[in-house]
């Protein structure tokens, strides 16, 4: 069974820093990417990061570039760390995969992904 699960989120203030981990079992992770999404209350769903376990390329969303970083360790896990956080950063924040490399111009689509967890909320305060 494909499991993603999504964990640390929380509520911090502006400023301040999270690590989410999203934990994936029941697939072979070399042969997929996986990427963070989110979704703001009356928001669309938007690509956060992406990293690939092929190659290991990554990409972000332009506005996160600085502020988050993605990784993944042996123990196929995928981090997501966020700094310096903004009220604008709260939402629900998901992690997907996808079997096979996404080109630059397509990891952002949702309908690329072949699997989803539940996501963990993450609340900014001003």
């Known amino acids: 069974e494909v499991q993603l699960v999504e964990s640390g989120g929380g509520l911090v203030r502006a400023g301040g820093s999270l690590r989410l981990s999203c934990a994936t079992s029941?697939?072979?992770?070399?042969?997929?990417?996986i990427a963070w999404f989110r979704q703001a209350p009356g928001k669309e769903r938007e690509g956060v990061s992406y990293?690939?376990?092929?190659?290991?390329?990554t990409y972000y969303a332009d506005s996160l570039k600085g502020r988050f970083t993605i990784s993944s360790d042996n123990a196929k896990t995928v981090y997501l760390q966020m700094n310096s956080l903004k009220p604008e950063d709260t939402a629900l924040y998901y992690c997907a995969a996808v079997f096979g490399n996404l080109e630059r111009t397509v990891w952002g689509t949702i309908s690329e992904y072949d699997f989803w967890g539940q996501g963990t909320q993450v609340t900014v305060s001003s």
């Open positions: 990293i690939s376990a092929i190659d290991g390329s």
């Open positions: 029941g697939f072979t992770f070399d042969a997929y990417a």
